[in-house]
C-alpha cells in the first residue's frame, strides 16, 4: 500500500483566513514534504521533515507554518495567504534513512485564495 | 546544481501505438536515481518507474521501459501498447543518494496526448 491522504481537496479562503491542510500516510515512512506546484509546472519543495524534525525549509515565506505531530502526520497552517499562494499542494512522504528515497505523493490540495 | 531537461513540452500518440518521453540531466556524481513521474488531470502524482544509475540493466515496469545511457546522461521512457489511461503530464526527476539528501530535480515536464 502506497497511499498518501490529503485533506481537504480543495480549499477557498480569504486573505484574513486561518485554515490548515492535512496529509497522513500509514506506510511507515519516516519522511514528509510539502510541495507547491503552478499550473504547468513542476513540484517546487518547501518543507521537509525527517522522523518529526524539520529538516528543509526551502526559504519558504512565514505565512506557511508545517507541523509534524507524529510520524504519521503533516500539517501545512496557512495564515494571511496572498493570492499568488493559489496552488495545488501536494504532500509526499519516502521511507527515511534508505538509500532508494522514492516519493509517493498524495492526491494534493488544490488552494485559491481570495 | 543538478539540471533536469525534458525538450518536449508536448507529445501526441495513437492508441496502442509506442511513443517516447526524452530526458537528459546534468550532474557530476556517479550514484544517483532517476525517476519517472505521471501527473493526470487528476493531479495525483504517480511513480511510474525508477532506476538506479549503478544498475546497467534497463528499468521496466509492464508497458513502461527506459532507455538509460549513463554516459550521455540520457534517461528516455518508452510507453508500449498507449492507452487513454497513459495521457498526463509526465515528469522527469533527479535525485541523489544517501539519508538526508531529500531533494527531487523535476525536469519542466512533458504533457501526453493519446488519440482514440
Known amino acids: 500500500d502506497t497511499e498518501v491522504t490529503q485533506t481537504p481537496k480543495h480549499l477557498v479562503m480569504g486573505m484574513t483566513n486561518k485554515k490548515s491542510l492535512k496529509c497522513e500516510q500509514h506506510?511507515?515512512?519516516?519522511?514528509m514534504y510539502w510541495y507547491k506546484q503552478k499550473a504547468k509546472k513542476p513540484p517546487e519543495l518547501m518543507f521537509v521533515?525527517?522522523?518529526?524534525?524539520?529538516?528543509i525549509n526551502e526559504s519558504v515565506p512565514s505565512r506557511f507554518s508545517p507541523e509534524c505531530p507524529n510520524s504519521s502526520l503533516l500539517n501545512l497552517h496557512l495564515h494571511a495567504l496572498q493570492p499568488e499562494d493559489s496552488a495545488l499542494y501536494l504532500c509526499?512522504?519516502?521511507?527515511?534513512?534508505?538509500?532508494?528515497?522514492?516519493?509517493?505523493f498524495g492526491p494534493g490540495t488544490r488552494l485559491l485564495v481570495l | 546544481a543538478q539540471t533536469v531537461t525534458q525538450s518536449q513540452p508536448e507529445m501526441s500518440v495513437q492508441e496502442a501505438e509506442t511513443v517516447t518521453l526524452s530526458c537528459t540531466y546534468d550532474?557530476?556524481?556517479?550514484?544517483?536515481?532517476l525517476f519517472w513521474y505521471k501527473q493526470p488531470p487528476s493531479r495525483q502524482m504517480i511513480l511510474v518507474i525508477r532506476?538506479?544509475?549503478?544498475?546497467?540493466q534497463n528499468a521496466t515496469e509492464n508497458r513502461f521501459s527506459v532507455n538509460f545511457q549513463k554516459a550521455a546522461k540520457s534517461f528516455s521512457l518508452k510507453i508500449s501498447d498507449s492507452q487513454l489511461g497513459d495521457a498526463a503530464m509526465y515528469f522527469c526527476?533527479?535525485?541523489?543518494?544517501?539519508?538526508?539528501?531529500?531533494?527531487?530535480?523535476f525536469g519542466k515536464g512533458t504533457k501526453l496526448s493519446v488519440i482514440p
Open positions: 509526499a512522504s519516502s521511507p527515511g534513512g534508505a538509500l532508494q528515497e522514492t516519493q509517493y
Open positions: 506506510m511507515g515512512h519516516r519522511a
Open positions: 521533515y525527517s522522523y518529526e524534525k524539520l529538516s
Open positions: 550532474t557530476s556524481e556517479s550514484d544517483y536515481y
Open positions: 532506476q538506479e544509475a549503478y544498475k546497467q
Open positions: 526527476a533527479y535525485r541523489e543518494p544517501g539519508a538526508g539528501s531529500y531533494q527531487l530535480t
